[in-house]
C-alpha cells in the first residue's frame, strides 16, 4: 500500500502526468484514487512517518541527482 501510494504521489509531483494517466500507469485507477494517495502521503510526510518519510526522501533524492544531468522533473 505505501509503495502504491508513494509511486502515485512521486508521479503527481514531478507534473509530467495528469491524474487520470498516473492512476492508468498505476492499475487502471481513476483520478480520484490519485488524489487519495497524495493525501495519505502528504499527511503522512507531515508527520515524518517512521516508514514514509525515510522512503520518500530516498525516492526524492533519486529521482532529483538522475534528472539533474537532464534538466528533467524534480521532486
Known amino acids: 500500500m505505501y509503495a502504491r501510494h508513494l509511486l502515485a504521489y512521486c508521479l503527481y509531483k514531478t507534473g509530467a502526468f495528469s491524474l ?8 487502471g485507477r481513476n483520478h480520484a484514487t490519485i488524489i487519495n494517495s497524495k493525501e495519505v502521503v502528504e499527511d503522512l510526510l507531515s508527520v515524518k512517518d517512521d516508514i514514509m518519510y525515510p522512503l520518500y526522501l530516498k525516492i526524492k533524492h533519486l529521482i532529483n541527482e ?7 522533473y524534480k521532486l
Open 66 to 72: 538522475n534528472n539533474t544531468s537532464r534538466g528533467s
Open 20 to 27: 487520470n494517466d498516473i492512476g492508468l500507469k498505476i492499475g
